[in-house]
């Protein structure tokens, strides 16, 4: 599928971004609108509580998080996520569970899901952006 000027970013680009990598910057400024959800911000939070630098990295994530609107889930997100997750088993090819659940927000709300993970070429009806 062609990649829309919307995007989900994945938590791989959010990292990027915050390291302020050009590539990922430049493809982000081509976008109209660009959106986190639940299972990213959820990996960020881990992963600022994880590091070395707490709270420098919690306030950091606090901030970006109030500037871009952040995707949850709901019913039409469960039966998207099982059908992923259905078929990928049937292929014998899972991903990560927090993956499946990302592919499921980006299938639903029409978003181009940018990330670095190749293993989201497995997933039928999913507009992809590999950085």
Known sequence: MRPS???????NIVIA???GEPSTLDCLQRKSE??????????LRYGALSSSRVEQNLVRLDE????????G???????LYASVKHHLRQKGRPIPE???????????YKLTLV????????IEDLDLELL
């Open 5 to 11: 000027g919307r995007a989900l970013l994945d938590t």
């Open 17 to 19: 971004l915050f390291a």
């Open 34 to 43: 660009a959106f986190l959800c639940v299972p990213v911000l959820g990996e």
């Open 64 to 71: 970006f998080s109030r500037s871009i609107t952040t995707l």
């Open 73 to 79: 889930c709901d019913r039409q997100t469960v039966v």
């Open 98 to 108: 927090n993956d499946v659940w990302i592919a499921a927000i980006a299938c639903q």
């Open 115 to 122: 990330t670095r993970d190749t293993h989201f070429q497995q």
